[in-house]
């Protein structure tokens, strides 16, 4: 089993910036593929951003595009997410996800992954 812990969630002005951090313990964090999802209030929970085991690569959504960064520290089993020119939209809840697949075959399907932190809060005021 692995647990994912996120923080840094908050309520940010649209422009502004935030660093979400999930911090993951159980087994070696390396193992794992990781990603970001949202839900905001009344829709379905989307991708945000995803990364490989290794850090190499990574993918987004198209709407976060160039805005966001999703990076990891896996000395330190952390998954970040660099969030800039928040957008009242991109309010939601955050979680952070971890799959066992590899990179190429982890989609933005819920179903790919196998574990799920409890979420984190940010709101963009416009």
Excluded: H
């Amino acid at each position: 089993q692995v647990q994912l812990v996120e923080s840094g969630g908050g309520l940010v002005q649209a422009g502004g910036s935030l660093r979400l951090s999930c911090v993951a313990s159980g087994r070696p964090f390396s193992k794992y593929g990781a990603g970001w999802f949202r839900q905001a209030p009344g829709k379905e929970r989307e991708f945000v951003a995803r990364i490989s085991k290794s850090g190499s690569f990574s993918d987004y959504a198209d709407s976060v595009k160039g805005r966001f960064t999703i990076s990891r520290e896996n000395a330190r089993d952390t998954l970040y997410l660099q969030m800039n020119s928040l957008k009242p939209e991109d309010t939601a809840v955050y979680y952070c996800a971890a799959s066992g697949r590899t990179f190429l075959s982890t989609t933005a399907e819920r179903s790919d992954w196998d574990y799920w932190g409890q979420g984190t809060q940010v709101t963009v005021s416009s």
